[in-house]
């Protein structure tokens, strides 16, 4: 048994006695759980100027000359208590993009929060849940100030989650500071803990297993309070193998290394918001010329600056990346320059309107020629 897999038996073994001693909680139903979500519109073609500049990772209509408007993200979710110490959470997507099928609906998230102590400071999480990697990947798109995640972080771990257990910690004081963050409208990531130990599939959501083998991953993540202002540190990374998807006629390790780290800070908006991050690591990228997926050294990431002025958000945002990525077929090499400004603007509660102009340099897939373009995007965002 290699230690990944120890760990979990080990994690799934400190829950026992929690489990079993968990009293019922006697609410009924209805006052137990919670339903919410958002449903995200978009528009990508006004000033657009080069169909081959494309973003598959993120938005499947950026480029090409086919669908005009996108429904993003169509987010239901149920979340609520089972017992004192036992809270399950549940989202679907009705967005999805499948093959040439639209409005596809799949599981996004799926898990259960065992709590280990009364003071809910120590948790286990298992299901299918966001992998504890990086800020960004954390924070919910329904908070992201810029309309998608960049290369670099998100390129880690698709659509940020996998099936996994995890073990978060977090004193009361950090799980209710991490609360505000996002009730405030200061644009936080939620209560993933000050330390994160897990392990995961590591194939991806909604992937079947590939070689038999698991990811580890550890992160630590502490906000500071400074006078008025709000400062977070990150730092975490990964392990595993990845089971690469590749044609017949490209050669090379079936699961290469895959393996990351990455830092970065965040400085919350009262009024001022600078964020940033950077990640570093080993993974598959293919060599076209040779047809060969090699294990190769990748790299990336960016800096977001923005100022808060209730009701809106302006902000400027830039990143780079050099690396494959794996979650694509033959693993190809990406060369990503893009820099992103907009402003978010809020209409109450309910809508927010966000206008972004992106001048970009990206790897076609397909091609595996650079291409340069920029374009206008418009997003409309449905809280309820």
């Given at each position: 048994?290699?230690?990944?897999?120890?760990?979990?038996?080990?994690?799934?073994?400190?829950?026992l006695?929690?489990?079993?001693?968990?009293?019922?909680?006697?609410?009924?139903?209805?006052?137990?759980?919670?339903i919410?979500?958002?449903?995200q519109?978009?528009?990508?073609?006004?000033?657009?100027n080069?169909?081959?500049?494309?973003?598959?990772?993120?938005?499947?209509?950026?480029?090409?000359?086919?669908?005009?408007?996108?429904?993003?993200?169509?987010?239901?979710?149920?979340?609520?208590?089972?017992?004192?110490?036992?809270?399950?959470?549940?989202?679907?997507?009705?967005?999805?993009?499948?093959?040439d099928?639209t409005?596809?609906?799949?599981?996004?998230?799926?898990?259960?929060?065992?709590?280990?102590?009364?003071?809910?400071?120590?948790?286990?999480?298992?299901?299918?849940?966001?992998?504890?990697?990086?800020?960004?990947n954390?924070?919910?798109?329904?908070?992201?100030?810029?309309?998608?995640?960049?290369?670099a972080i998100?390129?880690?771990?698709?659509?940020?989650?996998?099936?996994?257990?995890?073990?978060?910690?977090?004193?009361?004081?950090a799980?209710?500071?991490?609360?505000?963050?996002?009730?405030?409208?200061?644009?936080?990531?939620?209560?993933?803990?000050?330390?994160?130990?897990?392990?995961?599939?590591?194939?991806?959501?909604?992937?079947?297993?590939?070689?038999?083998t698991?990811?580890?991953?550890?992160?630590?993540?502490?906000?500071?309070?400074?006078?008025?202002?709000?400062?977070?540190?990150?730092?975490?990374?990964?392990?595993?193998?990845?089971?690469i998807?590749?044609?017949?006629?490209?050669?090379?390790?079936?699961?290469?290394?895959d393996?990351?780290?990455?830092?970065?800070?965040?400085l919350?908006?009262?009024?001022?918001?600078?964020?940033?991050?950077?990640?570093?690591?080993?993974?598959?990228?293919?060599?076209?010329?040779?047809?060969?997926?090699?294990?190769?050294f990748?790299?990336?990431?960016?800096l977001?600056?923005?100022?808060?002025v209730?009701?809106?958000?302006?902000?400027?945002?830039f990143?780079?990346?050099?690396?494959?990525?794996?979650?694509?077929?033959?693993?190809?090499r990406?060369?990503?320059?893009?820099?992103?400004?907009?402003?978010?603007?809020?209409?109450?509660k309910?809508?927010?309107?966000?206008?972004?102009w992106?001048?970009?340099?990206?790897?076609?897939?397909?091609?595996?020629?650079?291409?340069?373009?920029?374009?206008?995007?418009?997003?409309?965002?449905?809280?309820?």
């Amino acid at each position: 048994m290699g230690r990944a897999q120890s760990l979990l038996v080990i994690l799934l073994l400190l829950l026992l006695p929690t489990v079993a001693s968990a009293s019922e909680v006697e609410a009924p139903w209805y006052e137990r759980l919670r339903i919410r979500g958002y449903t995200q519109v978009r528009y990508n073609r006004f000033f657009a100027n080069n169909p081959e500049l494309v973003n598959a990772q993120a938005d499947r209509t950026i480029g090409g000359e086919g669908q005009t408007f996108l429904v993003r993200r169509a987010r239901l979710i149920v979340q609520g208590s089972v017992t004192s110490q036992v809270q399950v959470y549940l989202q679907t997507d009705a967005a999805t993009l499948l093959s040439d099928n639209t409005h596809v609906v799949t599981m996004r998230d799926w898990y259960a929060d065992l709590f280990l102590t009364s003071a809910k400071e120590t948790r286990v999480r298992v299901g299918v849940s966001k992998v504890p990697f990086g800020f960004e990947n954390m924070q919910s798109s329904q908070n992201r100030l810029p309309i998608d995640r960049t290369d670099a972080i998100n390129s880690g771990a698709a659509n940020e989650r996998d099936l996994g257990a995890y073990f978060y910690y977090a004193p009361t004081w950090a799980r209710h500071l991490f609360k505000r963050l996002v009730d405030d409208g200061l644009k936080g990531s939620g209560d993933y803990g000050l330390l994160a130990l897990g392990v995961y599939a590591g194939q991806g959501a909604n992937k079947l297993e590939g070689n038999g083998t698991v990811h580890a991953i550890a992160r630590v993540s502490v906000p500071l309070v400074l006078g008025h202002q709000i400062l977070e540190l990150g730092v975490g990374g990964y392990a595993g193998k990845f089971a690469i998807k590749k044609d017949k006629d490209v050669k090379g390790p079936d699961d290469p290394r895959d393996i990351r780290a990455a830092l970065g800070f965040t400085l919350y908006p009262q009024p001022l918001l600078v964020q940033g991050e950077y990640t570093v690591g080993i993974g598959p990228e293919l060599d076209r010329a040779k047809k060969l997926v090699r294990e190769r050294f990748l790299h990336g990431g960016y800096l977001l600056v923005g100022f808060r002025v209730e009701p809106l958000i302006p902000y400027a945002r830039f990143q780079v990346y050099e690396g494959g990525k794996k979650f694509e077929t033959n693993a190809p090499r990406y060369s990503v320059r893009e820099l992103e400004l907009g402003i978010e603007a809020h209409l109450g509660k309910a809508v927010e309107l966000v206008g972004a102009w992106v001048e970009a340099r990206r790897t076609n897939p397909t091609t595996g020629n650079d291409e340069y373009g920029r374009l206008l995007r418009l997003q409309v965002q449905v809280n309820y």
